[in-house]
């Protein structure tokens, strides 16, 4: 009797810690899902980081996000401190993103973009190889590359 008390004492435990683990996956999840679909420029630039969703198309979603506002108009005609917070914010997304998964070629080429913005020359050049390394054959992401490589050939 005593041992069956201790095992279900536990077992609820472990249900419990389950639980709460699940519901705070969920709601990075939704968080990243809320970034690649309707966070605005505001909402990037409040982002004050955090544990990212261990998904890949989380991953994506942020990096969908991240992308769309940094290239929108009004990403692009932010000034000064504004500007600095919005691609700091993009440039925490892509570093843990990086980070986590080395071998995503599409956060490889973020981070190439977000190295351009800030004049990293050198940060372009090796995002930019790097996501050709691990994306050679992923059309989509190539016609992205191509552009901005072609745009930048000097650098």
């Given amino acids: 009797m005593r041992i069956r008390t201790i095992l279900l004492l536990v077992l609820a435990g472990a249900f419990g810690a389950l639980s709460v683990y699940a519901a705070t996956l969920a709601q990075r999840e939704y ?39 940094v290239t929108s ?11 600095t917070r919005l691609l700091a914010s993009c440039n925490y997304i892509v570093a843990a993103i990086t980070k986590a998964t ?16 800030v004049g990293a020359d050198s940060e372009f ?25 072609e745009r930048e050939l000097p650098r």
């Fill in 31 to 69: 968080t990243a899902y809320r970034a690649g679909t309707t966070w605005g420029v505001a909402e990037f630039q409040a982002f004050s980081g955090g544990a990212l969703a261990p998904s890949h198309s989380a991953n994506q979603n942020w990096l969908d996000g991240c992308l769309r506002v």
């Fill in 102 to 117: 080395p071998n995503n070629a599409y956060a490889w080429y973020f981070q190439a973009y977000l190295a351009l913005q």
């Fill in 125 to 149: 050049n090796a995002a930019l190889l790097k996501s050709y390394e691990f994306g050679p054959t992923e059309q989509w992401i190539a016609e992205l590359r191509v552009p901005l490589a």
């Fill in 73 to 83: 108009t009004k990403g692009r005609l932010l000034y000064g401190e504004n500007r």
